[in-house]
């Protein structure tokens, strides 16, 4: 078996995905990076080319929208495996993120980030599933969020979007167990990408105070977790001791990866589930003081 893998990584320009692709190139392999921006991809490519670790590596970049046409991603994947061979590792990676209010969120916003953050997974996956049946082995990583294990306030758009992927991500691991091929859904907490900042603009306050009380990752250490969770098989991949908790805590009938594993969650589900009531708790006491604050503020300016 050849050492060298091609990994794909779709929204592999920026944030985690150009983090998950350069730590891989570290490791010796072959990219192909996917996003819609051009510029932001040749941008990439440089500071990935940077990592190379022999002169045989090479990075491919292709633009396209994965969640818009089916036909147009299977045939720049297709290509893309014409030159570097078939992809060992998919990394869907390709995503958005928004926050706001349930009403004041603009309706289209709900079918336009199911489109990116789902189906901009489920066509790559598709694209790329045949020729790992075929060959019986690959790694399929899917990146939902932490709001993809729990729904909070500002996050009816977002949250939904990754948790769809956790039902996708199970239901074919269950299809390709059998062929050697093996799914890992990862669960970053908030990270300090374009992206974070990007909804930092528009964050309704309840949001931004429930998300302070867990700090902000590095898309580097993100990287390199998810990445080693993935070449191991997990399927299940979390970062830090929140993420560590909330994987257990949700963990439901989702594969596991190791004896040790499935005993853990056994152990200290109770005891997670209580703490997370006190969360739950102060989210919801979050909730309530802004809704106070924001009733006594419009009474005082109508006093004015």
């Given amino acids: 078996s050849k050492t060298v893998s091609t990994i794909l990584v779709t929204g592999g320009s920026s ?29 990439a490519k440089k500071e990935v080319e940077k990592c190379a670790i022999n002169d045989k590596q090479v990075v491919l970049c292709i633009s396209v929208d994965v969640s818009s046409d089916y036909s147009q991603v299977e045939s720049v994947i297709k290509q893309a495996q014409e030159k570097l061979g078939p992809v060992d590792m998919l990394v869907n990676c390709a995503g958005t993120s928004m926050s706001g209010k349930f009403e004041e969120v603009e309706v289209d916003r709900f079918k336009k980030l199911m489109e990116v953050n789902y189906l901009g997974s489920v066509y790559p996956t598709r694209a790329v599933i045949t020729t790992m049946k075929e060959r019986r082995m690959g790694r399929i990583m899917f990146v939902s969020s932490q709001a993809g294990q729990i729904g909070l306030f500002g996050y009816t758009a977002y949250s939904p979007s990754k948790f769809a992927l956790r039902g996708l ?6 299809e390709i167990k059998p062929y050697n091929i093996y799914v890992t859904v990862a669960y970053p907490p908030d990270t300090d990408t374009p992206g974070l900042a990007e909804e930092n603009k528009t964050k309704p306050l309840e949001t931004r105070l429930i998300s302070e009380t867990s700090g902000v990752c590095q898309p580097e250490q993100v990287a390199k977790i998810v990445v080693r969770d993935a070449v191991q098989g997990n399927f299940n991949s979390s970062v830090g001791p929140d993420g560590y908790m909330l994987s257990a805590l949700t963990c439901g009938m989702s594969p596991v990866t190791s004896i040790t594993e499935g005993l853990q969650q056994i152990v200290t589900m109770g005891l997670f589930r209580t703490i997370a009531l006190f969360y739950l708790g102060s989210f919801d006491s979050i909730v309530r003081r802004c809704m106070i604050q924001r009733e006594q503020s419009k009474a005082a300016d109508k006093r004015e």
């Avoid at 570290?26 to 051009?38: M, P, S, W, Y």
């Fill in 169 to 174: 991500a199970e239901s074919l691991q269950m």
């Fill in 15 to 43: 944030g985690i995905g150009k983090c998950i692709a350069i730590e891989c190139y570290r490791q010796g392999a072959f990219i192909t990076l996917v996003a819609r921006n051009e510029e932001k991809l040749l941008q």
